[in-house]
């Protein structure tokens, strides 16, 4: 029984070998095919094997083994039979045999034609368009159930046993025994698969046989099963094999694409750059029609940097991919998380022309691990250039700063002690208006020395987080007229215009309005053109008390009005070039500002000068004003 | 001295207080100096000084605009001979070596303004 088993296998490997071999190719002489396809199985299972072309809507015969065999002749259309057509039409959709109806030859022997179809290539194309514009022919067989059984049995058992093979309601062989008698006992039914149709073997016990445990033809069936189901399980494990070797061939161009762009990916630290030709790379390898790249924000929001192909349907379901993931259908959105040290820093999201299974899905992840390292490298540099850029910057504010304090010093101290000269030196011949003036630039020298060394001062203590402030209620409007008397001298050149209500209360330092009202003043004396008009406005705004300086001068530029508050910073207009300063005074206005609840903003004066708002509360406990823009002063706002 | 009287000088300082120091002193010194003409940047500098070809120029280096070597050399392209002293709050090796470079006659210091007449008479061309 053994050997029974022997050769019924033989067959069904044999075919599956002769088109692994063929390795989609359609040999064109029956010499090439005989050296292929070699000796045909001894079984008579397989009569006859042979290559058929595709011409148009024909299948013809080009080469057959045996040669000149009448039932698959060179020159005959296959497909001119309607069952066949059938056969070579779901053979070339499927990329997988077929068998077609089994027909009644003019010998009376009944055979089926299996056929596999050739696409010129090793690997089955992807999608079923792919494969009806590929397919090239088909290796045929006609597979014949007949020899099987009758050369698996001796004599006496075939004539004692009932058999028939059936395909659906079709008989395909009836044993002599099956024929004669009626009467079914030890019936044993088998139904075997048989590419894409399944036939059916029924055994029993018919006149004069002798029963056995197990009954010997139940072995038989085993065995015409096993054969029969062996042609197409053959066949599918080659065409498996063929597509397994198609599937390495792939893995391993997965394989290449993924080291040839590790070390670029891992490298680049300019993903914008990089990112594109992998993409379509990728895209290509795996049939994506869509891919695109999502990376994190600040906030952690996922942001699309890169993109190929269309945009996903606002309702599209969307998968995520992780390890667990068998296959992804063609056509379903697909994410996968960008993630290094478990914070996920982006997204891959993608969407697949064709199945993609784990193996595939297993190297987009290893795709998304490096875009992951390379996204996060290029993050990490992005912020140390900022980093750097920041400091540089803050470099070069430092020594400009450092620069001009030293000017505005030495200035200073050059003018008081030249003029200081020239009084004690020449005080008996200098005439008293000379006198006058020459106390007067000394005394507002000195000021600007002393605005310029507190500035520093409350610059140091701000550094060393030692600015503080004791806010209490104070009458706002009487403070203001003290302080502007301070300042008189800076504002000689000028005309001081005052606008203050009477009794506005605010909950607020005193010395540090005097800070920030002096820096005010003195902006609007150094930018103010002389004999314009520097208005000092005090009067209450909603629940708050509002203290302005308006001047006449040039303006502040709307883009320049938050950065000027910034430290060192000093703008970049014609106007400031001309005066002295640090480029500490408003930032430490805003800083006194901030300790008490106060706003400080600057916008546009009547006339186009600049106004410098600052707004404080007038009881403990009130929060700054965020919005001073259009809401606490509107009426001056462009 | 009398050789010296029509020494004129061009004060070219951004800061009013500065010009009007050099103006004071100049004129307190009243020995054959006087102040030809004033300038706040260097594009009124090189106006003025087109204009009053002083014998003597005293320039700021901190300005807006041009710095005072680069209206020293735009002058000295025109006048190779002009006198020209730099008178800055801050002079820094690299300020001093170009400024002779270029011909500027003398570097002073802000604080040394009392020593200013005597460096005008020491430098300006004999009539």
Redesign the interface.
């Known amino acids: 029984m053994a050997a029974t088993i022997g050769r019924g296998l033989g067959a069904p490997i044999y075919l599956g070998r002769v088109t692994g071999l063929l390795d989609g190719a359609v040999a064109d002489d029956s010499a090439s095919l005989a050296r292929v396809a070699g000796p045909l199985p001894s079984n008579g299972v397989v009569g006859t094997i042979a290559l058929a072309k595709v011409d148009g809507t024909r299948v013809v015969v080009t080469a057959e083994v045996p040669a000149a065999s009448p039932a698959l002749a060179v020159g005959t259309d296959l497909a001119a039979m309607p069952a066949n057509r059938v056969a070579f039409d779901l053979a070339r959709d499927d990329g997988t045999p077929s068998l077609a109806d089994a027909q009644r030859s003019a010998t009376g022997e009944t055979s089926a034609l299996i056929a596999y179809p050739q696409y010129g290539s090793p690997s089955i194309p992807a999608t079923t368009e792919d494969r009806r514009g590929k397919v090239q022919g088909y290796l045929v067989a006609l597979v014949t159930p007949r020899p099987v059984v009758e050369l698996s049995l001796t004599g006496e058992a075939l004539k004692t046993t009932g058999i028939t093979i059936t395909d659906g309601p079709q008989q395909l062989y009836a044993s002599p025994a099956a024929m004669a008698s009626s009467a079914r006992r030890s019936l044993v039914q088998r139904s075997v698969p048989l590419a894409n149709h399944t036939w059916t073997v029924t055994a029993w016990a018919g006149p004069g046989a002798v029963p056995s445990h197990p009954p010997w033809w139940a072995i038989v069936l085993a065995v015409l099963a096993f054969l029969a189901s062996g042609v197409g399980l053959t066949a599918i494990l080659r065409s498996a094999s063929r597509e397994s070797r198609a599937r390495e061939q792939e893995r391993a161009e997965e394989v290449r694409l993924i080291a040839d762009a590790g070390p670029l990916l891992q490298q680049s630290l300019d993903l914008g750059e990089l990112l594109p030709d992998f993409a379509v790379q990728l895209a290509a390898q795996f049939e994506l029609d869509r891919l695109g790249v999502a990376v994190a924000n600040d906030d952690g929001e996922l942001v699309d940097t890169f993109s190929i192909g269309p945009a996903p349907g606002p309702r599209r379901l969307v998968r995520q991919v992780g390890p667990t993931t068998d296959e992804v259908e063609p056509g379903d959105d697909f994410v996968i998380p960008l993630q290094r040290t478990g914070r996920t820093v982006g997204a891959l999201r993608a969407r697949s022309r064709r199945l993609l299974e784990r193996p595939q899905l297993a190297s987009l992840r290893a795709v998304s691990d490096l875009l992951a390292a390379a996204l996060g490298n290029a993050q990490l540099y992005q912020r140390e250039q900022e980093t750097v850029r920041r400091l540089r910057d803050l470099d070069r504010m430092k020594l400009s700063f450092l620069?001009t304090v030293?000017?505005e010093l030495?200035?200073a101290?050059?003018?008081i002690?030249?003029?200081g000269?020239?009084l004690v030196?020449?005080w008996p011949?200098?005439a008293d208006e000379?006198r006058r003036?020459?106390i007067d630039?000394i005394a507002?020298?000195a000021g600007s020395l002393k605005r310029l060394v507190d500035d520093l001062l409350d610059f140091a203590r701000l550094e060393r987080h030692a600015l503080t402030v004791s806010p209490r209620l104070v009458s706002l409007s009487d403070m203001v007229r003290q302080t502007v008397e301070q300042f008189a001298s800076l504002l000689e050149q000028h005309h001081l215009a005052l606008n203050i209500k009477p009794d506005v209360i605010a909950f607020t330092d005193p010395d540090a309005v005097e800070r920030i009202l002096g820096n005010f003043l003195s902006n609007a004396a150094k930018y103010a053109p002389p004999d314009t008009a520097i208005t000092v406005t005090v009067e209450p705004s909603g629940s708050r008390a509002l203290l302005a300086v308006s001047d006449q001068g040039p303006g502040i530029p709307a883009e320049e009005r938050t950065r000027i508050f910034t430290r060192f910073y000093r703008s970049e207009t014609?106007a400031t070039?001309?005066t002295?300063g640090a480029g500490i005074g408003l930032a430490i206005v805003k800083e006194f500002a901030d300790r008490l609840n106060a706003s400080v903003a600057v916008d546009t004066a009547e006339g186009g000068g600049a106004r410098f708002v600052a707004l404080f509360p007038t009881e403990p406990g009130m929060l700054a004003e965020t919005e001073m823009s259009g809401r606490a002063v509107p009426d001056l706002v462009e | 001295m009398g050789s010296k009287s029509a020494t004129g000088v061009l004060i070219v300082d951004d800061e009013e207080d500065m010009r009007a120091l050099l103006r004071s002193t100049i004129e307190i010194a009243n020995q054959g100096l006087h102040v030809a003409g004033e300038a706040a940047d260097g594009e009124d500098a090189v106006k003025q000084w087109r204009e009053t070809r002083p014998e003597i120029v005293v320039l700021d280096q901190r300005m807006p605009g041009a710095t005072g070597l680069e209206v020293a050399e735009q002058i000295l392209a025109e006048h190779p001979e002009q006198a020209i002293i730099l008178f800055s709050a801050y002079l820094d090796p690299d300020i001093v070596d170009r400024a002779a470079q270029l011909g500027v006659r003398a570097c002073m210091s802000k604080r040394e303004i009392s020593r200013v007449p005597e460096a005008l008479w020491k430098y300006a061309p004999e009539p």
């Open positions: 620069s030293s000017h030495r200035t101290v050059a003018a002690e030249g003029f000269s020239l030196e020449h011949t200098l000379q003036e020459f630039r507002r020298n014609e070039h001309r002295r």
